[in-house]
């Protein structure tokens, strides 16, 4: 990501051992939440409990995808700010065409527009 002009501030675990995985998507949506950084990956093996941490912060819209397909629609249709790739169900090739679509894709607005005011709660 940073060779083609991305920075990147990396939140994950230093290592492959097991850890709370809410100590470490909390950041990114943070970072997403108060403007340091305009999108969010997040990984873990489901990518169920990150995504979910990460749609407890206010503004973030964090999607689970397993493919490029599902990744673009999150960005053009939901207006995703973060990103959620179960790695126990995608390989290292399909994660970074997941990642390329979503980094690439743009909100539509329109008609999605609407919805996607209307998933903010508060």
């Known amino acids: ?8 501030t990396d939140h994950g675990a230093p290592g492959d051992e097991s850890v709370d995985y ?5 950041p990114v949506a943070s970072d997403v939440e108060n403007g340091a950084a305009d999108l969010g990956i997040l990984i873990c093996g489901s990518g169920n409990g990150v995504n979910m941490a990460a ?7 964090s999607a ?28 290292d090739v399909e ?5 390329d679509a979503f980094l690439t894709a743009h909100f539509e607005g329109g008609r999605h527009q609407r919805r996607v005011a209307k998933i903010e709660t508060a």
């Open 95 to 99: 994660a970074e065409r997941i990642i």
């Open 22 to 26: 809410p100590d470490y998507a909390h």
């Open 1 to 8: 990501m940073r060779s083609l002009g991305h920075t990147v």
């Open 64 to 91: 689970l995808a397993w493919n490029a397909e599902v990744a673009t629609l999150a960005r053009t249709h939901n207006d995703a700010n973060v990103i959620a790739l179960p790695a126990r169900f995608v390989d």
């Open 55 to 61: 749609n407890k912060h206010q503004g973030v819209r």
